[in-house]
């Protein structure tokens, strides 16, 4: 497709899984943003690649997230040992990479998951 | 590091009505600006950016934003609404490598 797409729509889980999101994103675009939106906020950025690299991880709130993009398209967020305040929608994005800060930034759908 | 803040959180309007929704910043470099929309059951879109030059932007559908640096602000404009309009609008700062912060989001209603 032409757009950004992820995998699944929803996730439910339980407290202590781990899950995997998937992210596919535009064809050409060299750059993939990770982001979090919890009800009522903004998306929150987890992280952010170039390529095959993680240019930017500040934004994963601990070491039970980690995210890979081994051949520079597609990219899997994984999250351990889930826990309840993880439920939010994930939101996905990529760009054409000319800049992280000023490139345009075109959305997947995102995931909704739930831990139980 | 950057941060935004969105002072409207809900806004209700009839249609014909004027709009205009606030986004302040804070960014001590040269400022990105960004505001995107969710449109009901569709993904984020870009609606306008600002980078540089002329500090009124245009975007689709009729908005407009206006930069200005001395308020820091970036307050998105639509002079006559639709229903088509209802949606949430995010505004976001960046800057150089720095990564988009967002704000946490309008919600605008706009009755028929």
């Known amino acids: 497709g032409a757009g950004v797409s992820q995998t699944p729509s929803n996730k439910v889980t339980e407290k202590g899984k781990y899950v995997e999101l998937r992210c596919d994103p535009i064809?050409?675009?060299?750059?993939l943003y990770w982001y979090r939106q919890s009800l009522g906020q903004g998306p929150e950025f987890l992280i952010y690649?170039?390529?095959?690299?993680?240019?930017?991880d500040s934004g994963l709130p601990n070491d039970r997230f980690f995210a890979v993009r081994p051949e520079g398209s597609v990219s899997t967020l994984k999250i351990q040992r889930t826990e309840r305040g993880d439920s939010a929608v994930y939101l996905c994005?990529?760009?054409?990479?000319?800049?992280?800060?000023?490139?345009?930034?075109?959305f997947g759908p995102g995931t909704r998951l739930t831990v139980l | 590091a950057q941060s935004v803040s969105q002072h409207n959180h809900h806004v209700i309007l009839s249609e014909a009505a004027s709009l205009e929704l606030g986004c302040n910043y804070s960014?001590?470099?040269?400022?990105?600006l960004f505001w995107y929309v969710q449109y009901p059951g569709q993904h984020l879109q870009l609606l306008l950016k600002?980078?540089?030059?002329?500090?009124l932007v245009k975007g689709i559908k009729g908005f407009e934003a206006e930069f200005i640096k001395s308020k820091f602000s970036f307050n998105l404009r639509k002079p006559s609404v639709q229903w088509s309009d209802t949606a949430e609008y995010f505004c976001?700062?960046?800057?150089?490598?720095?990564?988009?912060?967002f704000g946490r989001g309008t919600s605008l209603i706009v009755h028929p």
């Open positions: 994005a990529s760009s054409f990479g000319t800049s992280g800060g000023t490139d345009t930034q075109y």
């Open positions: 064809s050409g675009h060299t750059a």
């Open positions: 690649f170039q390529g095959t690299g993680a240019a930017d």
């Open positions: 960014y001590g470099g040269t400022v990105n």
């Open positions: 600002y980078f540089s030059g002329d500090p």
């Open positions: 976001a700062v960046g800057g150089g490598s720095y990564i988009p912060t």
